[in-house]
């Protein structure tokens, strides 16, 4: 008999969730960059449509799938897939990504949520007053590297991720209403409140904070370089396959939390509606907010010149707590709490999400309560991800980031479309996306939800797995067919797993240490490597004892 008895307090409670769930660091960090990398403005087109023809679909497909898997009292991926294609038994095993690509990216990924909350302890205390910008950029490298400390252990870092995951357990334990809704009815709202009260801030800086001397130190300009439309890169591959990137990874498809969320969803309650409502507001919340705080305020106060130079994901923790400074002391501080705190939020709500597959599955199959399988949730995860904090600089975390957060999304994601689409049948599945519609879904959906979607996936996937050095599709397929061979780019998931990158660097290098750091760099990589297996292996063990307990249940019932 299932321990499981969750359901959602209200429908508000379930589309702020669905968005927290979405909306997180990337929205802030990665699409900017994204932006300016590809077309600017223009990158507006790519992105939307690929919103509507992948996002769209996908969230769709997501939200029925969980809801009917719901109907059956199934509240995680390995059984609401097997559901759904009762005559092929592996697919409970391919399900197991849904809980997997869960718990190995919530290990990494409480680590990041680990810095936000640290900031904005450090912002509130005032220990970026009087810093420089190369001292505050130090004080992140610190806060990272191990060897900085005299005992080896990175004491600050390892507390406060432990306090994140304690939180995050801690919150999954008050269950869906008590805690998960909670979190989400809070932290949305401040998020968007943070983000609001930032963004006006960057937009209206213009040419105030401009030391003297820099000739291109405006907000504006910042503004300009981020959206001023360069129409010729849409006839580039490249930017649409990272349109389609961005897309993907914003609405956290394939992960299988959008699954167990809707399973929640009472049986002809509507799904179309709120979908859209939760990728909308991951939408706004990116291109509306994300765009406007990082950017803009460091074209403000650095100049543009140093914006195009050194832009990227650690400006979030190695420049804007210098910047904010220049606000006095009071502003500073609220400033520093507004951006990491929005941050936080923006983590801690997406990292729930990923407890919730583990604990939904936990409890069907084995009927555990939700304090244990929050708890074991919480266990797992600190064991998975303790290594990322000791071995970030020797590459872990980007290892985990890369398998679990990046090609196991893209994996799951593909096989639920085909199952979806093809196994299910588009017209249950039709069926299942419009039962109870609070919107009319366009027709034309059915289409594109059977043929675009699976070969927009492909393209992704098959860009991933051999992707040409510097995207450069046409010299790749030139060099292949002038008996040259196809040169891969070190990002492609073919060098990923040979150690390109890698292999590279030291076979250009001559320093004996920096080889021996390099070498040492890829043994803890391999290890990260066995890990993520390791921890893939157990949980479809899991799944398979689940699968025994379920056929004795059935057997019992029937005598």
Not at 7 to 28: D, K
């Amino acid at each position: 008999m299932s321990a499981n008895k969750e359901s959602w307090g209200s429908r508000i409670g379930l589309i702020l969730a669905m968005a927290g769930n979405a909306v997180g660091l990337g929205n802030f960090l990665r699409f900017p960059m994204q932006a300016i990398q590809n077309g600017g403005g223009a990158f507006l087109i790519p992105y939307l449509v690929c919103f509507l023809i992948m996002g769209i679909p996908l969230l769709w497909i997501e939200w029925s799938m969980g809801r009917f898997g719901g109907r059956f009292g199934h509240h995680s991926t390995p059984f609401i897939v097997q559901e759904m294609d009762k005559k092929r038994k592996y697919w409970k095993y391919i399900g197991t990504f849904g809980i997997f690509t869960n718990i190995a990216v919530a290990a990494y990924y409480c680590y990041i949520e680990s810095w936000t909350l640290s900031y904005v302890f450090h912002s509130l205390f005032g220990t970026f007053d009087g810093k420089s910008q190369s001292e505050v950029a130090q004080f992140f490298t610190d806060y990272i590297n191990v060897s900085t400390t005299t005992s080896g252990i990175p004491y600050e870092a390892v507390v406060f991720y432990l306090i994140c995951v304690s939180l995050n357990t801690y919150i999954l334990s008050r269950g869906l209403q008590g805690g998960v809704e909670v979190a989400a009815k809070i932290g949305m709202p401040l998020l968007i409140l943070f983000g609001i009260i930032l963004a006006i801030r960057g937009i209206t800086l213009g040419t105030s904070g401009a030391p003297e001397g820099c000739t291109d130190c405006d907000s504006f300009l910042g503004m300009n370089y981020l959206w001023e439309p360069k129409f010729d890169s849409l006839a580039n591959p490249k930017v649409w396959l990272a349109a389609a990137g961005q897309i993907f990874f914003t609405l956290s498809v394939g992960m299988g939390t959008i699954h167990c969320y809707a399973s929640y969803v009472r049986s002809k309650e509507d799904v179309a509606l709120n979908a859209m409502s939760a990728g909308w507001m991951n939408g706004f919340v990116e291109i509306v907010l994300g765009a406007s705080i990082v950017i803009p305020i460091a074209a403000g106060y650095l100049g543009l010149a140093w914006v195009k130079e050194k832009a990227g994901f650690s400006m979030a923790f190695q420049t804007m707590p210098y910047l904010f400074e220049q606000w006095g002391t009071f502003f500073s501080a609220l400033a520093g709490m507004m951006w990491f705190g929005l941050l936080f939020f923006a983590g801690i709500t997406s990292s729930l999400a990923m407890g919730t597959p583990w604990m939904g599955f936990m409890q069907d199959e084995f009927g555990w309560k939700r304090e244990k399988a929050a708890w074991s949730f919480g266990l797992f995860t600190t064991v998975l991800g303790l290594p990322t904090v000791f071995f970030y600089n020797e590459g872990v975390f980007g290892e985990y980031d890369y398998w679990a957060g990046t090609v196991s999304l893209v994996v799951f994601a593909m096989a639920e479309v085909i199952l979806f689409s093809w196994i299910f049948g588009l017209e249950k599945g039709w069926h299942e996306i419009t039962m109870g519609a609070d919107i009319q879904v366009p027709e034309f959906y059915r289409f594109i939800i059977k043929y675009i979607t699976p070969m927009l996936l492909l393209v992704v996937f098959i860009a991933s797995f051999c992707s040409p050095a510097g995207g450069d599709w046409g010299a790749a397929f030139a060099g292949l067919f002038n008996g040259q061979g196809w040169n891969l780019d070190n990002g492609s998931i073919i060098a990923q797993i040979m150690h390109k990158g890698l292999n590279e660097q030291i076979a250009n290098t001559t320093d004996p240490a920096t080889i021996a750091q390099l070498e040492e760099n890829k043994f803890y990589i391999n290890i990260g490597r066995i890990l993520l297996l390791s921890a893939f292996a157990i949980i479809a063990f899991i799944i398979f004892i689940a699968h025994g307990k379920r056929k004795v249940r059935q057997g019992e019932a029937v005598l």
